[in-house]
């Protein structure tokens, strides 16, 4: 049973990425307060449930958020700072478009930089553990999932429709046989030996 709030004397905002582990696209972030009383059935953390699940829960939780808001940092910036760099810059980028500004926010995980001089509190598995954060991981999510299947229309041969960026057999044996391409993190170690597809 998840946790609907940590405290109660401060608005939280749980955070949460997608896509860190990725070999393409961008990692995704997304923050969201929940109503204290926000109860559905299937929320859990998004890696617990399937596609259709996922898809059945965003607009629920768009619809009863008090506020959320998702936003990306792309491959490219990847390579430039880091792929931890660039998941805290996401969760920044998402928790400065919410239209409430929280007293805390919930982030999952075990480690953050601080946004601004609003306090935070780490949680390892917090996605399974607080309604916030299993909220925020399923949009981060979902938004990452539609992103890559746009990009998969582009470049069909590294089935991203299916394996969403991740290092899978036929992901790594497209990148093999085709190089990379422009979506690809170029900092990641993804071949011994890697070509290069412009």
Not at 1 to 18: I, K, N, P, R, V
Not at 52 to 72: H, M, S, W
Not at 100 to 126: A, M
Request: aromatic share 12%; hydrophobic share 40%; net charge neutral.
């Amino acid at each position: 049973m998840l946790q609907a709030f940590y405290q109660e004397q401060f608005t939280e905002a749980g955070c949460d990425e997608a896509g860190r582990g990725c070999y393409a696209g961008p990692v995704y972030a997304a923050a969201v307060i929940l109503p204290a009383d926000f109860y559905h059935p299937l929320l859990n953390d998004s890696k617990q449930l399937s596609e259709k699940q996922r898809d059945e829960l965003r607009p629920v939780i768009e619809k009863e958020a008090i506020a959320f808001a998702v936003a990306a940092v792309d491959n490219e910036e990847i390579d430039q700072v880091n792929i931890l760099k660039a998941s805290f810059k996401a969760m920044h980028l998402a928790i400065d478009q919410l239209n409430k500004r929280p007293g805390l926010l919930l982030i999952d995980g075990n480690r953050f930089i601080p946004y601004q001089k609003i306090p935070h509190q780490c949680f390892v598995k917090g996605d399974g553990r607080f309604a916030s954060i299993a909220a925020a991981s399923i949009l981060a999510k979902t938004y990452r999932d539609e992103y890559m299947y746009r990009i998969h229309e582009e470049f069909p041969q590294y089935g991203w429709n299916k394996n969403k960026g991740y290092g899978t057999a036929v992901h790594r044996k497209a990148i093999e046989e085709h190089g990379l391409c422009r979506f690809h993190r170029k900092s990641f170690r993804l071949l011994p030996a890697q070509k290069e597809l412009f």
